[in-house]
Every structure is written in structure tokens, then in C-alpha cells.
């Protein structure tokens, strides 16, 4: 076999390895035993390892070196073509992260991982944040190792950051954030203002989750979710896993007296779900078979969330059969006034229940935590403060407890600091794609209102999803829309959005 | 590390990888979406080989060649204590086979058997033998090849029971089935003579299948299978599988109009899972955390199934709640007229629905064609007669067709031969377990007609599951009855079941 063989032949291991610990963790979330949590850590930790072994090992290191320079990336033979010297550098770039980090650091910063996440789960329990603090100088501590061993880009955050978000800098997000700050800031104080001329009492009503079920069934088979390569299931906390392009599964979880959040993350999870399904199969065992980013992955959950599940055309036709799904509550609730219900914007605490508009303020506030904890070393014992203060600038409500405040969150205690900033890039991803669908998809309202989804479907699927990870984001955005990654496109549209709903 | 913790250490890694096996295979049977087969063999197939890698690998014959000769298996330190001396024994035993084996070979014949079962499933389709029986020949000629690499035992056949059901030989399976020839065809024959004496037609009836699923978990709670560890779910081949002693999943199918199949699965299932769930978990990873043989899973299965769910003390504990789920077809149906209908004997075709009493002539059948195609090369063209004329001679029906003789089990089409004696041994097994139980559980009648089910199963799990592969059969049987294994406590006990129930 070439080098190049031998390197796809290693790489389809890996991919085996990750559908197998997809599953183990899918299961874990799903029908897993209770009691079964030891040895799935057991297995899922070997496979983790296999995984490791098998992308920085003697095979891939030795053929992979035959073709690309380990050190620098450079790819030896310049005649290849361009596609085949990407999809070299990309093999390249998991390669070198992976063989960067030594596997007893590796190891360490895991089990540290594992300890720390059960401290922050006691810490939020009590809200007392010192349980959890020195944990967490911990993980800054290994971030900063971390970075040593990664390299330093612009700044250190910045080689966070490019571990979740490929080549995106902290000098554009900063950009970004301040643009969105400018224009969302006033938008929160001029609806909060005005606060009851929406009412959301409608949807906290009691709707039995069974129906709830169905309806979300029905309408992720409507956006075209492929249920014969995949499935729904419920778990504690949605999420999208992915054994393979074959088998992608999306999970909800389902509230008696809450409608509209097992609705929304059907239509969020199914979105990151048609991004999985449309990833290139013939790919599937290369990184051109893998999506882009976290950001990009964020811009197709949140297209259906928020461009598609609370807009009028959609409304226009999901609702008469939410309708007939929920009699009881909604035969006398005219179709306006449920669509308002769902579109109340409203300053909160917690950022998972948060409106699509505040949403990216509270992004906002943890990026400008972590960028002052990694940049300029601030002291950990002092994020309770600096957290609620910010909530108060951008928001304008105060947290009256942690766990409420700096613990909500448990991505820092698994160590992922740099991970925030892509939910607000899929916002801002999602209005460009849909500015662009609504452009070059004739009547798109027309369609949505008819329920004819499919349209939009498969123009993501064209013009996103079956190009794997052969573009970086940026190559992306600007070929479907002809521009820079810019926040205008969003910010547009919830001013207008929202300026007709509360009548600014 | 010493080379027994080097040893225990890689057969944790062979436990886990195991583990993840386990849980691919049950996802496909269960919940795996449509689409995704062919990833999913992919997935199995390379962590098969990781198995099989980590087992034969350098690390393992390294260190396990320091304890062990590796040819022979005699133990090298004769001053370990004896239970460690038979660990170390058993570590080999599956060293041993797995390494006699070359890997071309055991890919090439894992090949030829995912072929030979799509031929099979087609062959029995179109009920045309020929279309199977080149392949059927082929794996006749690789199990030669087998023979030869494990050596030849007493008789080649030997070597492929041994494979199933350790140090089990044919001259004592021959033995065996001629004592339950002379004494169960006779039987049979008295039966048949008058065989409308009962009547099953009212198990026939419509039985939802909502509530025969939870009258099923009930009982799987009642025998004490531990939903903490374990869970049962609908697949279209009931079977059980373990990624680990926490985690035991049974499954079932269920069919309206047949209340006795789902439940009786269910019971079987549940026998097989408690036998998992008893194995000792602090050997979760070696030998002595594995069950003993096929034939003693199977003594586990077929206990709960038969001589508790076919007993009348167990239904005078569960046919009143088995009237509260289905009031309409049973409120009028004495108790005694269902303990008879659930006991119905009738000879027939298919030895997957046969009764409790007809099921080991079936497995005589295809005990004595399977000796005849592996120690007297009787061609492979023949076997549709010859099983004809020994259903005719055992059970005085000849098939109507090769769908319903011959060609109607999987086993063979997978490479499976020498796996059918372990079901008769299970069932042998089975009533001397029982046998012991009655003698040692105070009044155990007495406890199963008030629906407590424990002490049996913790008698059980004292006497046979918490051992794992400590034992063989063999001492099993010996130190738990005080005899040899024989077909006399199965005879003995279906003869007074059924001369009672039939009037003979």
C-alpha cells in the first residue's frame, strides 16, 4: 500500500473507533442502566485511547511524515491537487494537535476533568463557589500548559479558541461582540420597556408530553430528517451524536407545562442532526467527511430554531396541526398571539432558557470572562463579582445566587474554555445563510408556509453540509454569500423582528 | 508491573473493548436506524479484531508465556495457590484457541460466514436447499481446517463441542441422548395418542401487547432480575447480552395473538440475565467473571422458563395477575384449564416453538446429522432426507418442506456446529439444579406460589452464577448434587409432569 493508503486505512479505524464511542455515550445518555456508570467510563476510556494510539501512532507518524513535513504542515509533493493537498493539511492539522499534547498530560488533564465536573455538579447544588474554585485555577492552569504545547497564536486565548472554531480570531469576535453589544444592548432596554405587550402564559399551560412527542416527530420528518439513518430518542439534557453519516441520532427532553422548550430543541437538535446526515458519505472516514466547526454546527441548529421555528411562515403552518395536537390549550389562541407567546424576549439568569436575543449577551459575558482568565491571568476567586456585574451592564438583572450566576455553566469544568464564542458565531452564521436561502430560493416564505421544508433542506445540504470540512468557515461564507462574516445580517434582523412584535 | 498484572491488565482492555462489542451488537438488534448496517459491520468487525489483536498480541504472549507454556498450558510456578493455577489455566484455554487460529484463516471464514447467512436467509425463502448447500459445504471444509489447527480431541467433533460446552465430550452427549431416546420417544408417542385431552386454543386469543409487555417486566422484576443493572426492550429475535455485570439487557417479542411466546421468552431471558447479573463483579474482567458454558447459560434460561413458568406453583402466584392484564379473554379460564393449555405437548416442525418435552428430540436430530457431516464426511446433498426420515423416526412428522427441515435454523449458515447439544444439556442441567433447589429451599413450592422468587434465584446465584468460570461443568454438577450429570432428573420429571396432565 502507498503512504496515502496507509494513511486512509488508519484514519477508517479511527473513524470505526468514534462511531463505537458515539454509541457508548449516546447509550450513556439514553437506556443505559443506572448502575452500569464505572465500567462505561472504563470502556468509553479505552476506546479514547485507542483512538489516540491509533492517530499519533507508528503507522500514521511514518506514512503521514511521507507526505506531509510533521512539524510545520508543509505537504511534500506540491503537484497534488489542491483538493488532495487540503484534505492532506486537514489529516495534518488533527494529527499535530493530537501529537502535540503529550499522553500523560493527555491523561492527567482528563482525569482532572472527570473530578472537576463532579465538583462543579456539588459546588452549583450547594451555590457555594469556593467548593469549585480551586478546580477551576486548575483547569486555567493546564489551559496555559496547554497553549504552551499547541503554540501560541495571536494572544493564548486565541489557541483556545481555534480548537473549537478552525483559524477564527479573538480580535474578530471581539469585533463581532462589539458591534452586537452596540446595537443589542438598546434593542434588550427598549423591549424590556414595553415587556407586557407579550404574553407567554399560553405555552405553560398543561400539554401532555406523549402528544408533545408526536408533534415533534412529525415535524422533524418534515424539515427531512432521514429516520431510516436515524432516530429521536429522550435524555436528560438534548443533544446530536453521530455513529456514522448512516446513523445520526438527536435526543429531546420533554416538559408537561412547557411547550415551547422540547419544541425548540427538536427543531435545534434536528438541525444539527440534517448537518450530520448531509456530511459526505463517500468522506465519511476523513476529515472532509466531518463538519467545519462548533460555529458552523451552532449556524444549522440555530437556522431551524430561530429563522425557521419562530417565524411566521412557519407558524402558518405548524400551527393549525399544533392545533389539533393540543385542543384543549390552544383552540381558542389565535395564531398571533402564540406566535408572540413564543417570541417573548425577556432578560433572564440561566442561558439555556435564554430568548433568541439576549442569548448572545450572555455569550457575551462568559467570552469576556475567559479572555480576561487566560489573557491577563484574572484571579478565579473573583469571577462570582466580575459574572454579575456584567449580567448587570448587558442585561440589566443581577444574579441573587452563583448557582444561578458563574456555576450555571459546565463547560469550564471539563476544561472547555474557548467554547462559548461558536454559539454566538452560529447565530450570526445562520442569518447570513438564511439572508442568502431567502435569495436564491424562489418564495421561501411561500414554501415554509405550505410546510414544503425540503427546499431549504437540501440548499443547505448543497451549499453547506456536503462539503464536509474541505472549506474552512470562512471559505464558506464567503462563497455562499459573497461577504465577510459580519454580525449586521442578524442584528437587522431582530430589530426588525422584534420592533414589529412589541410594536419599538 | 509483574507479568500477571501486565496479563490482567491487557485482559481488562479485551473486557472492555468487549463491552463496547456487546453494545454495537445490541444496538443493531434494537435501535440501530435501518440504514446504518454496513457502518455498523464495519465498527464490529475492526473492534473484533482489536480483541483478537490485544488477545494473541506481543504484550499478552510476553507476559502470559512467563506463567504459562504456552503449548502445553501447564502452569510454570506450581507453588501458586490452586485457584490461581486455574485462573491462569483458563486465560490460556482462550489464548490458546484464539492463537492456534491464523488471522487469514479466521477472516477468511468470518467472510465466508456473513455470506453463507445472506445465502441461507435466501435459501430458506425460496425453500431450495441447493441454493445453501455449497456454502453449507464450504463451512464443512473450513470446520476440517479448524479441527486441525485445535487439534483433534477423542473424535473431530469433539473438538468444536469442546468450543461450546468445554470438556463436554460426544461419547457422554451419545450417552445422554440415548437414554432420552428410549425413554422421551415413547413418551411423545403416548401423548400424541391422545392429544385433544388439552386444548390451547384460548392462549391464541387477543392479548394486547401493551399489557403483555408490562405483565412481562413484572415478572422479570418478581424472578429479581435488576433493573438498576439491566433492562429489557423489544427485538425481532429475543436474546441477552452483558457489556458488563452492571449492565445486562434482555429482549423480547411480543405477538398479539400468542400469549405464551413473549412470555415465556421473557422468563428464558430472564434466566440467561440473571446468570450475568450474579457473575462476580470483582472478576468482571478475567475468566472467572465469565459463565461456565452455553450449556450451563442455558440451564439458567431454561430453569426459569420451564420448571418455574410451566409449574403450577408458579401460576397460582401469577395467573391472578395475569387475569387482572387481560380480563376479557381469561376471567372465565380456570387456572387449571391455562396450566394445562401452557403445557401442551404436540410434535412439529419448527424446534424454535417446540414444547419443553418435543424440543430435545429436535436437538437429537441435528446432534446426530452434525456427527455424521463432521466424523464421516456424509455429504452435505443428503441432509434434507436424512433429517426427514429422523423427524419422521423421532417425532412421526416428516416436513412438508426444506423451509421447515433442514434449512430452518441460522447455526449452521454461521459456522455453528456443535452449538445445538448445549440447548439438551441446558435442559439436563436444569432439572438437576431444580432437583437440589427443592431439597434445599425450604417449602420452595410453597414460596413460588406466593410470588417469592428470590430465595431461588439467590440460591442460584449462591450455587452456580457467583462461581463464573471458576468450575467447570463437570465440578459444578458434582459439588451442587453430589452426582455425575445425567438425563434421569429431565426424564423423571416430564414423565410425572405429563402422565398427570395428559392422564396416561
Redesign the interface.
Known amino acids: 500500500m502507498s503512504a496515502l493508503e496507509n494513511v486512509l486505512n488508519e484514519l477508517?479505524?479511527i473513524s470505526?473507533?468514534r462511531?463505537?464511542e458515539a454509541?457508548?455515550s449516546w447509550?450513556q445518555e439514553t437506556?443505559?442502566?443506572?448502575?452500569?456508570g464505572?465500567?462505561?467510563s472504563?470502556?468509553i476510556?479505552?476506546?479514547s485511547t485507542?483512538l489516540h494510539n491509533t492517530l499519533v501512532g507508528e503507522t500514521m507518524s511514518k506514512n503521514l511524515g511521507e507526505l506531509v513535513d510533521l512539524g510545520s504542515g508543509k505537504i511534500r509533493d506540491e503537484s497534488l491537487p489542491a483538493r488532495e493537498q487540503r484534505r492532506l493539511k486537514e489529516i495534518w492539522r488533527d494529527y499535530h494537535h493530537a501529537a502535540a499534547l503529550p499522553s500523560e498530560f493527555v491523561e492527567e488533564v482528563s482525569k482532572h476533568a472527570s473530578r472537576s465536573q463532579q465538583l462543579w455538579v456539588k459546588a452549583r447544588q450547594a451555590n457555594d463557589f469556593s467548593m469549585f474554585q480551586p478546580s477551576l485555577e486548575k483547569t486555567v492552569e493546564y489551559k496555559h500548559r496547554e497553549i504552551e504545547y499547541l503554540g501560541k497564536l495571536d494572544t493564548p486565548y486565541d489557541t483556545l479558541l481555534d480548537e473549537f472554531e478552525p483559524h477564527m480570531t479573538s480580535a474578530k469576535v471581539t469585533e463581532l461582540f462589539s458591534e452586537i453589544r452596540s446595537r443589542l444592548v438598546p434593542l434588550i432596554q427598549d423591549i424590556t420597556a414595553v415587556k407586557d405587550r407579550v404574553d407567554n402564559s399560553i405555552l405553560k399551560k398543561d400539554y401532555p408530553i406523549e402528544q408533545q412527542w408526536d408533534f415533534g416527530m412529525s415535524m422533524l420528518k418534515a424539515m427531512g430528517f432521514?429516520?431510516?439513518?436515524?432516530?429521536q430518542?429522550k435524555s436528560a439534557h438534548p443533544f446530536t451524536t453521530s455513529?456514522?453519516p448512516?446513523?445520526?441520532r438527536v435526543t429531546t427532553r420533554l416538559m408537561a407545562n412547557d411547550l415551547k422548550s422540547a419544541l425548540l430543541s427538536t427543531l435545534h437538535e434536528g438541525g444539527h442532526g440534517l448537518y450530520e446526515q448531509g456530511l459526505p458519505g463517500e468522506e465519511?472516514d476523513n476529515p472532509f467527511g466531518e463538519a467545519i466547526s462548533l460555529g458552523i454546527h451552532e449556524s444549522q441548529s440555530r437556522l431551524w430554531e430561530n429563522l425557521v421555528g419562530l417565524s411566521r411562515p412557519f407558524w402558518a403552518f405548524a400551527y393549525p396541526k399544533l392545533q389539533e395536537y393540543f385542543p384543549e390549550s390552544l383552540t381558542n389562541v389565535p395564531e398571533d398571539d402564540f406566535y408572540k407567546a413564543m417570541n417573548k424576549v425577556e432578560p433572564s439568569l440561566i442561558r439555556v432558557e435564554a430568548d433568541e436575543a439576549t442569548y448572545n449577551l450572555h455569550i457575551m459575558v462568559r467570552y469576556e470572562i475567559e479572555k480576561l482568565l487566560i489573557n491577563e491571568n484574572y484571579p478565579v476567586a473573583k469571577l462570582p463579582e466580575l459574572w454579575n456585574d456584567k449580567m448587570e451592564e448587558y442585561l440589566g438583572i443581577r444574579p441573587d445566587k452563583d448557582a444561578n450566576g458563574v456555576l450555571q455553566d459546565v463547560h469550564w469544568s471539563f476544561g472547555a474554555i474557548g467554547y462559548f464564542p461558536t454559539y454566538t458565531l452560529g447565530n450570526l452564521y445562520s442569518a447570513m445563510w438564511f439572508n442568502q436561502a431567502q435569495q436564491e430560493i424562489r418564495d421561501l416564505n411561500g414554501k415554509m408556509a405550505q410546510g414544503d421544508l425540503l427546499p431549504l433542506r437540501d440548499w443547505l445540504r448543497e451549499k453547506i453540509h456536503r462539503h464536509g470540512r474541505s472549506k474552512t468557515a470562512d471559505e464558506l461564507v464567503r462563497e455562499i454569500t459573497g461577504e465577510e462574516l459580519s454580525a449586521k445580517p442578524f442584528l437587522d434582523y431582530l430589530e426588525k423582528k422584534y420592533q414589529g412584535i412589541y410594536g419599538l
Do not use: F, S
Request: zero cysteines.
Open positions: 477508517k479505524k470505526y473507533l462511531g463505537a454509541l457508548l447509550d437506556y443505559m442502566p443506572e448502575g452500569a464505572d465500567a462505561r472504563n470502556q476510556a479505552h476506546i485507542l432521514d429516520m431510516v439513518y436515524g432516530r430518542d455513529t456514522h448512516t446513523d445520526v465519511a
